[in-house]
């Protein structure tokens, strides 16, 4: 669960202009390009995130966004990965 502090910001967010999650990661790579590292240094608001699935999805307890599955194949989302789901369960207050 995460919370916005900034009166602006979070009034964008309840008016439904920001509900979307940047995510900024920080890579450690040995010198032959192999990743040693990945950790999540920033989680930013904005309009639309540019990865699958990271949208703000409640705002208190109450639910502002959901994803549906109008393409699914034989009727059954793929599941997303734990890392989409952890990040797409944040709340705003």
């Known amino acids: 669960m995460g919370q ?4 602006d910001t979070a009034k964008r967010v309840r008016s439904g202009e920001l509900r979307g999650l940047s995510l900024g990661t920080d890579c450690v790579q040995d010198e ?3 990743t040693l590292s990945r950790k999540q240094k920033e989680l930013s608001v904005c309009e639309e995130g540019r990865r699958t699935g990271t949208w703000i999805t409640h705002i208190g307890n109450k639910q502002v966004h959901e994803v549906a599955c109008f393409s699914a194949r034989q009727g059954v989302c793929a599941e997303p990965s734990r890392y989409v ?5 944040h709340s705003v207050h």
């Open 85 to 89: 789901e952890k990040i797409t369960h």
């Open 4 to 7: 916005i502090d900034d009166i």
């Open 32 to 34: 032959a390009g192999n």
